[in-house]
RNA sequence: GUGGGAUUAGCUCAGUUGGUUAGAGCACUGGUUUGUGGUGCCGGGGGUCACGGGUUCGAGCCCCGCAUCCCACCCCA
């Protein structure tokens, strides 16, 4: 038997019945905040990883799936969904076309990971991508799409927030606390040795306790934001309060990806175990310039949907359509005549198999229909048809013309 | 990539110190005397015990390898 790769799931029944529902519920709430789908390749240029999500990270470091097409392109599978909508945004010159441009998409992304719970080698993401809006209004709407969507489905969160400061300042604090880092070199783990060089921001939030000990008096990001990232972040957390929602500020909160700044949000689930990050975004107002567009400030978020469906309760499935069988086998083509009929206005199940009525109801009792239609030799007599309404028991008996 | 646990029917799981033909519940399927379901009763099918080696008279059970899943690290959605 061939099995699927390891960490590539099918998705069918309940899973996609659960999918769907989420896609559905997602797209019509990035609708009425005016968004409009976009779909991108799943396949990119090597390259548009490395300058966009940053050759330090792990993901294009050691997740990617990469390799050398027939016309020796250096290709890979995306393993995140933003590089690709800035790369068509700069590709359609809607960088030069000015205005707001506010995408949405759903798609499978690819990291080459050790899997666990929550964590997949191909995964899904539903993401949103606002171009051209500066305000930090609209890190504030990203937020309360992101809010929206997981109220509709009743899924509960802790929204996790921090501003990772700009060019102004951030470069100055990261400079500081390389600084701190190195006078404690000797004194914290390996993992943060190599942080240092790869992602010296991460430190702060190593599972180490000694580590912690030590970073508590390691210079804080927030307290060595500019003016103008400052006034931003108190604008933010200002705008969330007022349309209630809960945030709590965590300092050591850091996106994977280098091509975040500022606002930094993470919401996350305590119920799916330690892949808990549910959805995860932030503003990027340098990216589309770094992929060679015209300066451009952006801001967006994903939602990891295999994640969020752990947390989705379905409603419950009403009885819906018919089911339709014969019980003389001289009544299965008008059976299957009337069933095709049926189909141009309502979800229609056929049963070939020709039983008496107990096995007929039992079966259309089995698909959730909403009636069952069944025709025996009475019918075929009269040139009837047998319908009883399973939900409230009435039976009646109408004409097969008039099925 | 590192460490730990698990793997028996479609699903959830029993399976004694190694001992005849590997079980249950659910699901599926047939019947329940002749046209009334979801909830009664009786029956039936379904297993290379993940896979490959080894020890043994004998392995679902012990040993080694391998794959996958789960948990933690790591990373992130």
Partial sequence: MISSLRGMNDILSDDYERFTYFIEIATNVAKRYGFHFIETPLLEETALFKRSVGESSDIVGKEMYQFIDKGENDVCLRPEGTAGVVRAFVQKKLDRAGGLHRFFYHGAMFRYERPQKGRLRQFHQFGVESFGEASVHEDATMIMMVSDILKTLGIGYRLQLNSLGDENCMPQY??????????????ICEDCQRRKTTNPIRVLDCKNQACQEIYKNAPKLVDNLCDGCSNDFTKLKKILENNEILYEIDTNLVRGLDYYSKTA?????????????????GRYDKLVEFLDGRATPAVGFAIGIERLMELIIMPENARNGYYIGAMDTEAIDIVVELAQKKRKTEKTVIDYKVKNLQNHLKAADKVNAKYCAVIGSHEMKNKTVWIKNLEDKTEQIVEVKNF
Avoid: W
Wanted: proline share 0%; aromatic share 10%; hydrophobic share 40%.
């Fill in 174 to 187: 990261r400079t500081s606390l390389i600084k701190f880092i190195e006078s404690m070199e000797d004194k």
């Fill in 265 to 281: 949000f993470e919401f996350v689930s305590d119920n799916i175990g330690s892949q808990s990050a549910i959805a995860g975004g």
